[in-house]
Structure formats: structure tokens, C-alpha cells
């Protein structure tokens, strides 16, 4: 089908003139279509719909420092669709706002005159731009719809209009085919995502990545799968039920549904340790007390300290079991750091399978005498 292959490039082609036009002096801003595929997809191929089906995407935005003209430090930026292109054969596109931010203090400051980015770095939107496409009612081939987005910042910085450079648009394609006669089977789903749990320290809830469930249909070749709340979305504490929907070109539908439990976790580390960072002279015994909460409730049940090094791999280098003190979710132990060759790492405080929160040790070599003074130090917060 080459005219139709050539139409889909063309298409593509319009959708990456608008993201990426411009030249790259400052930030960028993309926008990402595509639950299922890893990076970031500003032309999405929807397969065939039905006549005027309605289709709703998730679409995820993403800040990359770029150039020598940046975000400022402690900025939101809101996105917002401020135009949109639809076929001349009808149908509709429309899209909800999404925030990214705060955009963090290690962020490149050009607050005292234009400054590079110190090296990758990019922020995840803490809420995804919810698009609702209707289709045109006359079957077709290649029907693209485009929503541009435009973007605000709160509070207004040092220029704002040159900190993000470049259009921030998502393009999606697909085919209107009439429904095929006799087909009413519904997609069946191959694979499901089962009940997620995990913690975080924010009372403001926690952004979970979820695996989008597949699946297949007898007539169909690409069933459309959505699933609400998305993948990538910030999730509130507590237990939020998300729906999965796989949908065919004949209008039918079948959904499974699976629940993101989301616990808000707290620990206290006890003198001599801080979560500020300890610095241990190589070779000492650190006595380490810690006090953990999940939900408000003490925690109860066996805990361990794993202790990871900085950067890189997330293996542990040693994992030391807990004794538990008189008092609900209280734990001691007493690490021994002459088996440790590094001199950063991470002390993460583990119970029922939750890193409840951790301390960075480092250590440095000096005596081991018991005589000698700075047995270890606190660092500053």
C-alpha cells in the first residue's frame, strides 16, 4: 500500500515539524502518546476504529534541560491544549491540562544569565493530559488528529517565554472502517496486571508505573487496550481501582480491573545515626536504631537493613537482619563495616518487602582504635 504508507509519513512528518521546530537554545517540553512503548512517542497509529468511535489517551509530558535558557528552579509549568487539527471528513480532539513540577532546585539556573544543563536531566509531569478523540462517521484511511499544547508557569520567573523552546503537540492516526458484519466476540485479554502495593514517603501520593495488560481478537488484528488511571499517573494513598478496557473495530469490549495500593510510610532514625548521612571511620561497629510508621500505625513483623553503594547497581553489598526493641516498630542491630570496601553508601531500612527509608554512610579510612575520638559524624542536613 504504498500511497498509504506515504499519507502515514507525511503525517508523521507534520507531527515532528511541530514538536520539534525551532531551534534548541532552551528546555523542551514532549509530550508522549504511547502507554505501552518505552521513550517518547509524539506520533501515535491508533489502528482502526469504528465510525465515530470515542478513544481516550493518556498523554504523559516530560521537561528535558536543553540549551543555555532554562525553567527556574522551584517552577510548575500547566500545559494546555491551545489549538488542534482535525480531518475535513469531521470527528474531534480535545485535551485536559497537565502540571510538571515543582522543577527541582539541581536544575539548570540561568537566573544570573544564560547557563548549560550540567548534564541529562528531565522532570516526569505529575499528571498526565487526558486526550479524547471522537472519529469521523465516514470510513477512511490515515485520519490524523493533532492537539498543540501551550504552557504557563507558576510563579512567573525570569524569562519565561525563552525557557522552553519548540512546539509541545502529540499526533495520532487511524483508520474508520465499518464494523465487520457478524463479529460480536470481544477482545480477550492474554495478559493481566495484578494488584500493585507500594510506599512512599509523600503524603501527596506517588506516580506508579504499571505494565498495560495485552490482548487479542478474532477479526481485529489490534484491539485498542486503555486503562484508567494510566500508567504514569499519580496515584493518592490508598487503594485506587484501575480499569483496562480492550476495545475492537466492531464496538466490542471486555475489561479487567486491578487495584494500586499506595501506603505512606515514615521512619525516625535514632542518635548516634542521622538521615541526614553518618560518616564512620572503616571498620567500626555502628549501632543503628530506627523507628518506621505505615499509614500512622507502628509497623509490626521482622525488618532488615539493606546496604546498598551509591550509584550504580542497586545490589546489596550486605544485608543485616533486625532485632526488634521492647515497642511496636522499633529495630536495632549493630552494623559491622570492615566487611565494606566503598566509602559511600545507602543503609535502607526493609520490612515486609517496603524500603520504608534510608541514611547515606560513608566511610573513611582512620584508625580503628577504640581510644580514638569522631568515632563517626553526623553530616549536615
Not at 553508601?345 to 520490612?351: G, I, M, R
Request: proline share 7%.
Amino acid at each position: 500500500m504504498p500511497g498509504r504508507q506515504v499519507a502515514r509519513a507525511g503525517a508523521l512528518a507534520v507531527a515532528m515539524l511541530l514538536m520539534f521546530s525551532g531551534t534548541v537554545l532552551a528546555d523542551s517540553l514532549a509530550a508522549d502518546g504511547d502507554e505501552v512503548t518505552v521513550g517518547v512517542q509524539t506520533y501515535v497509529d491508533l489502528g482502526s476504529v469504528a465510525p465515530g468511535a470515542t478513544i481516550s489517551r493518556d498523554v504523559t509530558l516530560t521537561l528535558f534541560c536543553g540549551g543555555l535558557h532554562h525553567v527556574d528552579p522551584g517552577q510548575v509549568v500547566t500545559v494546555s491544549e491551545v489549538a488542534t487539527t482535525s480531518p475535513v471528513e469531521g470527528g474531534s480532539i480535545s485535551a485536559t491540562d497537565a502540571t510538571i513540577g515543582p522543577v527541582p532546585g539541581a536544575w539548570a539556573d540561568d537566573t544570573a544569565g544564560v547557563s548549560g544543563c550540567s548534564g541529562p536531566m528531565e522532570v516526569a509531569g505529575d499528571l498526565p493530559s487526558h486526550v479524547t478523540l471522537v472519529a469521523p462517521t465516514t470510513p477512511g484511511l490515515d485520519y490524523t488528529f493533532v492537539v498543540e499544547y501551550g504552557r504557563t508557569f507558576t510563579p512567573a520567573g525570569v524569562a519565561d517565554a525563552s525557557s522552553i523552546t519548540g512546539f509541545t503537540s502529540v499526533a495520532f492516526v487511524l483508520d474508520v472502517v465499518e464494523p465487520v458484519s457478524g463479529d460480536s466476540i470481544a477482545p480477550t485479554f492474554t495478559s493481566a496486571s495484578g494488584d500493585i502495593e507500594v510506599m512512599t514517603s509523600d503524603p501527596g501520593g506517588m506516580v506508579v508505573d504499571y505494565p498495560v495488560p495485552t490482548a487479542t481478537d478474532d477479526v481485529d488484528a489490534s484491539p485498542r487496550i486503555s486503562c484508567d488511571p494510566g500508567s504514569g499517573t499519580t496515584f493518592p494513598i490508598g487503594a485506587t481501582t484501575v480499569t483496562c478496557i480492550a476495545s475492537d473495530a466492531a464496538g466490542n469490549s471486555t475489561s479487567q480491573s486491578f487495584t494500586v495500593m499506595v501506603h505512606v510510610g515514615s521512619v525516625v532514625w535514632d542518635s548516634p545515626v542521622r538521615a541526614s548521612g553518618t560518616r564512620v571511620h572503616r571498620g567500626r561497629s555502628v549501632p543503628i536504631k530506627v523507628r518506621a510508621w505505615m499509614d500512622g500505625m507502628p509497623l509490626s513483623g521482622p525488618a532488615r537493613f539493606a546496604v546498598v553503594p551509591c550509584g550504580g547497581s542497586k545490589a546489596a553489598a550486605m544485608t543485616v537482619e533486625a532485632g526488634r526493641q521492647t515497642g511496636p516498630g522499633r529495630w536495632m542491630t549493630v552494623l559491622e563495616t570492615g566487611g565494606l570496601t566503598g566509602a559511600c553508601y545507602q543503609v535502607n531500612l526493609v520490612v515486609a518487602g517496603h524500603a520504608m527509608g534510608s541514611f547515606q554512610l560513608d566511610l573513611v579510612d582512620g584508625s580503628t582504635s577504640r581510644c580514638s575520638a569522631h568515632r563517626w559524624d553526623h553530616k549536615a542536613s
